[in-house]
């Protein structure tokens, strides 16, 4: 009999150590839809659903969040003020691969589906879409889009994790660099070509009451 293979898999991952200079406050600790932005971003990927969560943030911001009470949300830090995203996101990653090694070994089926901690008007079934294209392929790299464009989420393979750890530019050009592997994912979603950088944009995208 052939041995059955392993479910595929899908964790999440926040990247959320962003300075917010733009913004002029921590932005991911703003109110947003009844929590903050970081806090409806995570209880979005929650509710894709996922096996998990990682949410880097900085240590000052840990208790601001209001994160659900859940041990599927992992916190981890980064106070690096000079870090860009991706730096977020290969600690994550890192985590991630250390715990399904001590757990085992590292299932190459698996994925991480990436949201940028300032992106909380994607709604969970935009998650959803991506996550049900990459498990028709899990070996390629998702990225969700709309009327053409690419945004977030994005979901990496774990067959990739070696490249993402090692790599040293930004996460567009990590993309760039395996385009053989890149399948876009069409949604009816604008929320996810829209982060929140500065104070319009963040009045511009609370939810109508």
């Given at each position: 009999m052939?041995?059955?293979?392993?479910?595929?898999?899908?964790?999440?991952?926040?990247?959320a150590a962003g300075?917010?200079?733009?913004m002029?406050?921590?932005?991911?600790?703003?109110?947003?839809?009844g929590?903050?932005?970081?806090?409806?971003v995570?209880r979005?990927?929650?509710?894709?659903?996922?096996e998990?969560?990682?949410?880097?943030?900085?240590?000052?911001?840990?208790?601001?969040?209001?994160?659900?009470?859940?041990?599927?949300i992992?916190?981890l830090f980064?106070?690096?003020?000079?870090s860009?995203?991706?730096?977020s996101?290969?600690?994550?990653?890192?985590h991630?691969?250390?715990?399904?090694?001590?757990?085992?070994?590292?299932?190459?089926?698996?994925?991480?589906?990436?949201?940028?901690?300032?992106?909380?008007?994607?709604?969970?079934?935009?998650?959803r879409?991506?996550?049900?294209?990459?498990?028709s392929?899990?070996?390629r790299?998702?990225?969700a889009?709309?009327?053409?464009?690419?945004g977030?989420p994005?979901l990496?393979?774990?067959?990739?994790?070696?490249?993402?750890?090692?790599?040293?530019?930004?996460?567009?050009?990590?993309?760039?660099?395996h385009?053989?592997?890149?399948?876009?994912?069409?949604?009816?979603?604008?929320?996810?070509?829209k982060?929140l950088?500065?104070?319009?944009?963040?009045?511009d995208?609370?939810?109508?009451r």
């Amino acid at each position: 009999m052939t041995p059955s293979k392993p479910p595929i898999r899908v964790w999440g991952l926040v990247p959320a150590a962003g300075m917010s200079r733009r913004m002029g406050h921590a932005k991911q600790t703003l109110p947003f839809g009844g929590s903050t932005v970081v806090g409806v971003v995570v209880r979005t990927i929650l509710d894709a659903p996922v096996e998990g969560v990682t949410v880097v943030t900085r240590s000052n911001l840990r208790h601001l969040l209001d994160l659900p009470s859940s041990q599927s949300i992992t916190v981890l830090f980064n106070d690096d003020g000079s870090s860009e995203m991706i730096d977020s996101i290969r600690l994550g990653l890192n985590h991630l691969w250390n715990k399904f090694e001590s757990a085992g070994g590292v299932n190459t089926q698996d994925g991480v589906l990436v949201i940028p901690g300032d992106m909380p008007t994607i709604s969970p079934g935009t998650c959803r879409a991506v996550i049900e294209t990459f498990r028709s392929d899990p070996t390629r790299i998702m990225i969700a889009t709309h009327r053409g464009l690419r945004g977030h989420p994005l979901l990496l393979p774990m067959v990739l994790a070696d490249a993402v750890r090692s790599h040293t530019g930004g996460l567009n050009e990590l993309v760039q660099r395996h385009p053989g592997r890149v399948v876009s994912v069409p949604v009816d979603d604008p929320g996810v070509l829209k982060d929140l950088d500065s104070p319009r944009d963040y009045g511009d995208s609370q939810p109508a009451r």
